[in-house]
């Protein structure tokens, strides 16, 4: 079988793909080989999916790599467009079964994911329109050549997307890829599968050929390795951490030399001076590591406070962040859910322990919530050092840290003492102070007065080990295009 009935507590029944999607038909795998996913509220299976192996890759390369060199190559720029922005409106049609779906298979919040599922669509509308803006140029070296370049598609581009925004990293991904004229073989996270399996069936409702997009669920270490090192792969595309994204950039650079975009961790300060307008840097710094159980890589995990508010900034924090309803995912007042598996939560717990041994003061949480599901407390420490674990390595749940600083050049020192560089933020009324540590902190993305705050139009991606190339906005087409030149002899003969 290549699907199951299952039920979502906001939607009720629904018929749930599980089988590869390649050339817009589910399939059991070659093996036959599946895999539980977990509900990480209840700590108990779902379902099962089919595990895509070697064998199941190859399969999903070659359809894509058929459909690359045949039909979709005769598909004009503005009807990939018109695909693009009708899976848009399916996506948009289906926002609140999709939402579902993600807060039983992942454990974010309802509300939250609703939001999710909402940038998804908007994301794939965005591209949609790009699609017929793809365009060259002509250069003019002199007057008896004439020169253009033409924008061309890559290929087959294997996609790996992670566990903490699922369909929303699906459409960072295939939105780009499609409206420049590739194809796309994506795998989605062992942990959250689901998702992005019901999406896959709206891909054929849209009118997308066969072989276009193909989505297979699958481990990293199986079928994850053996998109980055096929021979016939083009491209890679990669969210996740900086471990894995070496492992593949290694393997793109040991088989075919494929392209390699990678979006990575992050270790990201989060700077409050003593101007700041205080509530409303509280709120965000507290959306800025809390939001989405604290799972998400430009998290503001290292908080940094002068030393004239620290005081006042550390017992409001507290407040708010005990005030942040844990619980099931789908209560409507819900903000935090559990981690997303044992594995995650075992490893943040770790990191719990690792700050307490070192000295860092518990402000507020550092323990399990409940007894049943993945819940951790939101965390707070302070007395911190700068060599300390929990300020140097990416914890990737509802944990942070607060330091004091004293001065503007302090602040931007101890924001920029990290091997990663995916985001940073400031709170500040005072413009030039804004301006000027957000030009001299190394992160792709600064944000002033807010945080988390990302759109489809804007580009996201790292300094340093926090990845390389761009996400969304314009600059994302980059990663999905070769450059052609093509130089036209308009004179005669130059040698005899």
Not at 13 to 21: C, S
Not at 52 to 57: G, H, L, Q, Y
Not at 172 to 183: D, Y
Not at 434 to 446: D, E, F, H, Q, W
Request: hydrophobic share 40%; charged share 20%.
């Amino acid at each position: 079988m290549t699907s199951t009935t299952l039920e979502t507590p906001s939607t009720g029944k629904y018929e749930q793909p599980t089988g590869l999607f390649i050339n817009n038909e589910f399939q059991k795998g070659v093996d036959g080989k599946t895999f539980e996913t977990i509900n990480p509220t209840t700590e108990k299976p779902i379902t099962s999916v089919h595990e895509a192996t070697e064998k199941d890759v190859d399969v999903a390369v070659a359809a894509a790599r058929k459909a690359f060199e045949g039909e979709w190559r005769q598909v004009t720029p503005e009807q990939r467009g018109r695909y693009l922005v009708k899976l848009s409106d399916l996506i948009e049609k289906n926002l609140d079964h999709i939402a579902a779906i993600e807060s039983l298979d992942n454990g974010k919040a309802l509300s939250l994911a609703k939001v999710d599922v909402g940038m998804a669509a908007s994301c794939l509308r965005y591209y949609g329109g790009w699609a017929d803006k793809i365009e060259g140029k002509t250069i003019d070296t002199n007057p008896e050549t004439f020169n253009y370049t033409r924008q061309e598609p890559i290929g087959v581009c294997a996609q790996i997307i992670p566990w903490n925004f699922p369909l929303l990293m699906w459409a960072w991904k295939i939105g780009p890829a499609i409206a420049t004229g590739n194809v796309v073989v994506l795998k989605s996270a062992e942990q959250t599968p689901l998702s992005a399996l019901f999406a896959a069936k709206l891909i054929k409702e849209a009118g997308f050929p066969p072989g276009v997009i193909n989505i297979i669920s699958g481990f990293g270490k199986i079928a994850g390795a053996a998109l980055s090192s096929h021979m016939d792969v083009d491209k890679v595309a990669f969210t996740g951490s900086t471990l894995v994204g070496r492992q593949i950039m290694k393997a793109a650079a040991d088989s075919n030399l494929k392209k390699v975009t990678l979006e990575l961790g992050g270790k990201s300060p989060n700077i409050v001076f003593d101007d700041a307008d205080i509530d409303n840097a509280i709120s965000w710094v507290n959306f800025g590591i809390f939001f989405n159980h604290g799972q998400c890589c430009c998290a503001g995990s290292r908080i940094y406070v002068q030393e004239g508010v620290y005081d006042k900034f550390i017992e409001r924090f507290k407040a708010r962040a005990e005030a942040n309803k844990v619980g099931d995912p789908f209560a409507a007042d819900t903000f935090q859910g559990p981690q997303v598996s044992q594995l995650q939560f075992d490893r943040i717990m770790g990191y719990i322990e690792s700050g307490k041994k070192e000295g860092a003061k518990v402000e507020a949480g550092g323990k399990r919530h409940g007894t049943e599901g993945y819940f951790i407390q939101p965390t707070i420490f302070s007395n911190v050092s700068e060599d300390m674990k929990i300020m140097q390595e990416e914890v990737f749940g509802p944990v942070c840290s607060i330091a004091k600083f004293k001065t503007q050049e302090d602040a931007i020192r101890v924001g920029n003492s990290t091997t990663y560089g995916l985001a940073a933020a400031v709170h500040t009324t005072n413009l030039n102070t804004a301006i000027s540590v957000s030009n001299a902190l190394k992160a792709g993305t600064v944000w002033v007065g807010q945080y988390n705050m990302l759109s489809h139009q804007l580009p996201f991606g790292g300094y340093k080990a926090s990845g390389i190339g761009r996400e969304l906005g314009e600059a994302a087409l980059a990663n999905y295009t070769e450059t052609k030149t093509v130089s036209i002899r308009l004179g005669g003969a130059l040698f005899g």
